[in-house]
């Protein structure tokens, strides 16, 4: 299996992304890697870890970075020589590459890859699927957290259907239990569109949609998988990390605003070091995104060479799962009547 | 100043609203509150509180109560003897009353005081404004926040004014920033509606129009008051609201999980409680729904007596300040030209 690595864009990149995909290589015997970006840089860092290009891995120069604040279609069209569009390109023409892991500007990846890469078989728009943990120890699934903001009740299905088998293939999740995200959790509940989704995902096969979710409940643990469109999704996901960084921030504040406050953290040091990891996104992965015809892994911006790892295992479990042949069959299985 | 007091419909109806309304009662020497309930149990309550009806306190009958369950437009048909639906009538029918304070079923509420409440001059629709605590110690307003479901641009121009007149009239903030709930900063983000919404609120007179916020941001300080169509904006609020109170569940459980954990617990109990109090959204009063003629002021179910009287508080400031002229003034001064 041969997987690109995007090297540019990230706040630790190359050298996370590069060392992240190295570590991830060690896991898999069957896994290649194509390096792309800086030649020299990369070089250099497969030098410090004891590697060279050739048998398992290879490079493709291509300097050029992609910045969150350029507009993805100026990026698309100017910077042929940066690392995301190469990399693109290359996933889009080399029949034998099955996936992208870039952690670089979300906007541009989109653009490039709603443009040049194929959608699966009866897929509108690909989606956007973060994983967060939830307070029981599993975690949850959102789909669409913000690929797709102006949507349609038939795209809602989708998203149920793409995030639910994502769910079982690389999480391996038995029947996700899919819910719409709502603002009550009564069935007639919501604007237009969730009023008119809620009876059509009832009728979906190939789901298991348990109804209404409220934002709240978010974490509970009683859900696998919520469906939403991308501006609330996007909405549902920023809030809960941005809830739960700035609430980290206050305890740290309050603690050293004390001296018996620090005496009792330093006896709580193992559970505050414990409570973080266990909201540290990087340890969740990135977002892939579904419904592409070719893998494409979204790790977060500021992802470290374990959250790079991360995005490499899920890359190869879609792959290795045969994902994407399963949401062909389930799409064509559930079509509304008047496709 | 006349306020009705709703006293069925919370978790700790009446007692808390009865006691609650007193409570505030103390503190304006010019407020009457006309409480509406169950006649026997609230004088029984004002009795242990050595009150009774007469002078500034009077006591409509109205034994029945609406719940959560019903649909809005069966519980204002049918149970016109609710103290929620009693109490609107009275709202609507007396020049004499101010304002009306419920702790009720939401859905209902918001229903019969669009059926049957005025709307100030040039509001299309009423909307909720709740205020969360931001970590440095002050305060954000979400507007709106599930009042509105499906929304126009217009309406956001009006949500900007309401809220903006909301936070200076009962909360003395000077000028406040007002942000655009979106997916990113940057001016071109979002769906169609934000994106035209952000230029046309840039050109709105009598509102400090900041900018795009990212939901992350909602807590930082950054922002006063954050516009939004209700879907969006009641996942802002009940994202924040549940992602917080899972966390400090999940403290709690692993503080109980270890010996060391609880003695250093011992240490920061102080610390533990401060931070409760300051995320309980009690203290923050309820949510005004801002755009009628005469106020209503919703707060949470769960309201115990101090927020109650924090309600009460709220309904007095709107009052006494005359925010609904200067919303009038504001809304006339900023019409669109098409109006």
């Known amino acids: 299996m041969k997987i690109l690595i995007d090297c540019h864009g990230g706040d630790n990149s190359p050298r996370a992304n590069v060392l992240g995909a190295l570590r991830a290589m060690e896991r898999y015997p069957d896994l290649e890697a194509i390096f792309v970006g800086d030649e020299a840089r990369i070089n250099a860092l497969l030098a410090e870890n004891g590697s060279q290009p050739g048998g398992r891995i290879s490079v493709v120069h291509a300097p050029e970075v992609i910045t969150g604040e350029e507009k993805p279609t100026d990026a698309i069209r100017l910077k042929k020589d940066s690392s995301m569009i190469r990399a693109i390109k290359l996933l889009r023409e080399d029949p034998e590459i099955s996936a992208l892991v870039s952690t670089g500007a979300t906007g541009s990846l989109v653009a490039a890859a ?69 603002i009550g959790t009564e069935t007639e509940k919501g604007d237009a569109l969730r009023r008119e989704a809620y009876p059509m995902l ?101 992802s470290d060479e374990a959250a790079v790892a991360k995005c490499v295992d899920q890359a190869y479990a879609v792959e290795k799962n045969r994902m994407n042949e399963k949401i062909e069959a389930s799409l064509k299985a559930s079509a509304p009547d008047e496709e």
């Not at 307070?135 to 995030?163: E, K, P, Y």
């Open 202 to 302: 009832e009728k979906v096969a190939d789901i298991n949609f348990v109804g209404n979710m409220e934002s709240r409940d978010l974490l509970s643990g009683k859900y696998d998988l919520v469906v939403c469109d991308g501006f609330s999704g996007n909405v549902l996901v920023k809030t809960t990390e941005g809830t739960a960084l700035e609430l980290l921030k206050k305890i740290k504040k309050d603690i050293y605003s004390k001296t018996v406050y620090k005496m009792g953290a330093l006896l709580m040091k193992r559970m505050f070091a414990d409570m973080k990891e266990f909201m540290n996104y990087q340890n969740y992965g990135g977002s892939v995104l579904l419904g592409t015809e070719k893998t494409i892994v979204k790790g977060h911006g500021s």
């Open 114 to 182: 709603t443009l040049r890469i194929g959608r699966i078989r009866g897929v509108r728009r690909p989606a956007f699927c973060p994983i967060l943990p939830t307070m029981d120890g599993g975690m949850v699934g959102i789909c669409d957290s913000g690929a797709n903001v102006d949507i349609t009740v038939d795209q809602l299905r989708q998203f149920a259907i793409l995030g639910s088998r994502y769910l079982e293939n690389v999480y391996g999740v038995e029947k996700p239990r899919v819910a719409l995200l709502n």
